[in-house]
């Protein structure tokens, strides 16, 4: 196996938590804003067809088509900030932009109602810009702050504390939510819009822990080649052409780049799918979402302990074979009681997967100092996975109109993942692997 040298120890438990709690501060958003909230107040003021830019819509299809365009407009971006971030050793300074980007507007959807659907569509594209941006350069300060044996714990850490701090966040919102339905307060949309705001503060506030404790990143000794807004991409192009050396690495990568197309879409849109094929009530669909938080915590550390037990790649087979497992599973769910058993399982892998594959990542990297290259190079891998398979969802969906078959789509990716996966080889610590 190819892994990072390192010469420094683990940094301090101020420094890992305060990396960690970026995890607690930002994973309010992926929570309330793409799974719950969001989800659950556009369908409730949106036409089932939607006229945007010269072209009629599916408000799901729409929906994923936006999710998409986020995800490559960061992809194209996170090349070019990543190598001003590594020559110029300010990971931090960008991933506070980002954070920033993010927060402000989670918080401007307080304004987005019947009459400004494209306007909340373009606040959460907006959003999720912020969050993916914010990602790069957070996950590649793990090499520069854990050793190799400590960076499967740090990463399920980080994943465990944002799985917490989200779910309490939710619990407070749904609180209001429900309070106002069943008190008669009347106070409208009042709640879910005020939520938003919430979520903005809270991922704002909470990140200034993290842009306080985190040290400064490592700057390149090494000079940009070219033009600092395109040398980015002549870094991934060199790190896609090093990969030849680190076949490990590249194996891995291929297989990621599969299996995480199916994660991705499920957790962008299983609320659609809840919602629009199940026909689950607003109060369902967040109890629904909150129940795969809770698992997500215990299935982070589950999988580490496998991790541990064996290798990586020997616990994101069994991730992924249960993902398949999922789909088929999900294709066949007709009723509340069987959509709440899908969450129970799609929690216990969920949180398995992100941390799992961040830090078998990690430890695949060779030794260099340039981490964000390669970090880039893994969230391009992430964010073009998962445009592909949002857009497969929703034009498969749009074309049998329904998203039952999208399922089935996601579950051949899923497949090829794990056939890519089994080729990859990780020193194992027990002898069936």
């Known amino acids: 196996m190819t892994g990072f040298i390192f010469t420094m120890q683990t940094a301090s438990k101020k420094v890992i938590n305060g990396w960690a709690f970026y995890d607690w501060a930002n994973s309010t958003y992926s929570l309330v804003i793409t ?26 299809s729409l929906a994923s088509y936006t999710i998409a365009a986020s995800f490559l407009i960061i992809a194209f971006l996170s090349p070019v900030l990543s190598s001003i971030a590594d020559y110029k050793g300010n990971k931090k300074a960008f991933m506070r932009f980002f954070c920033y980007l993010g927060s402000v507007s989670c918080a401007a959807m307080f304004f987005f109602n ?31 702050i854990a050793t190799e044996e400590d960076q499967d714990r740090i990463s399920a850490r980080g994943f465990a504390m944002g799985y917490a701090g989200s779910v309490i966040l939710m619990v407070l919102s749904l609180a209001f939510i429900m309070l106002n339905e069943n008190m008669g307060w ?11 705001v919430v979520v903005g503060l809270w991922w704002a506030g909470f990140a200034q822990i993290t842009f306080k404790r985190l040290p400064p990143s490592k700057a390149s000794e090494a000079r940009p080649e070219h033009n600092i807004f395109t040398n980015g991409f ?11 050396n680190y076949p490990t690495l590249k194996r891995f990568l291929r297989s990621f780049f599969f299996y995480n197309m199916g994660v991705q879409t499920v957790m962008y849109m299983a609320p659609y799918f809840g919602k629009d094929e199940l026909k689950l009530e607003s109060t369902q669909m967040i109890i629904t979402i909150l129940i795969i938080q809770l698992v997500a915590i215990a299935g982070a550390w589950l999988f580490s302990i496998v991790s541990k037990k064996t290798n990586n790649i020997f616990a994101l087979c069994c991730i992924v074979i249960m993902w398949i497992g999922i789909c088929i599973y999900a294709y066949n769910t007709v009723t509340v009681t069987e959509f709440y058993i899908l ?65 089935l789509a996601l579950m051949g990716y899923f497949i090829i993942g794990l056939i890519l996966l089994l080729f990859v080889r990780m020193k194992s610590k027990l002898k069936f692997v």
């Open 35 to 60: 799974s719950t909230l969001f989800p659950a107040y556009y369908l409730s003021i949106a036409p089932g067809r939607i006229n945007l830019l010269g072209r009629t819509y599916d408000r799901d």
């Open 186 to 196: 009347g106070l409208g949309s009042l709640p879910v819009r005020t939520s938003f």
């Open 114 to 144: 019947e009459s400004s659907v494209g306007f909340g569509l373009l606040l959460s594209m907006l959003a999720s810009i912020g969050y993916c941006g914010s990602i790069v350069f957070y996950n590649a300060y793990l090499p520069e």
């Open 343 to 407: 969450a129970l399982l799609v929690g216990l892998v969920m949180g398995g997967v992100q941390s799992m594959s961040r830090s078998t990542y990690s430890k695949l990297l060779p030794e260099t100092k340039d981490t964000a290259s390669y970090f880039s190079f893994y969230d391009v891998c992430d964010k073009i996975g998962t445009v592909i398979g949002t857009i497969t969802f929703g034009y498969v969906a749009e074309i049998f109109d329904g998203m039952r078959n999208s399922i």
């Open 234 to 244: 002549y870094e991934l192009k060199k790190v896609w052409i090093q990969l030849t």
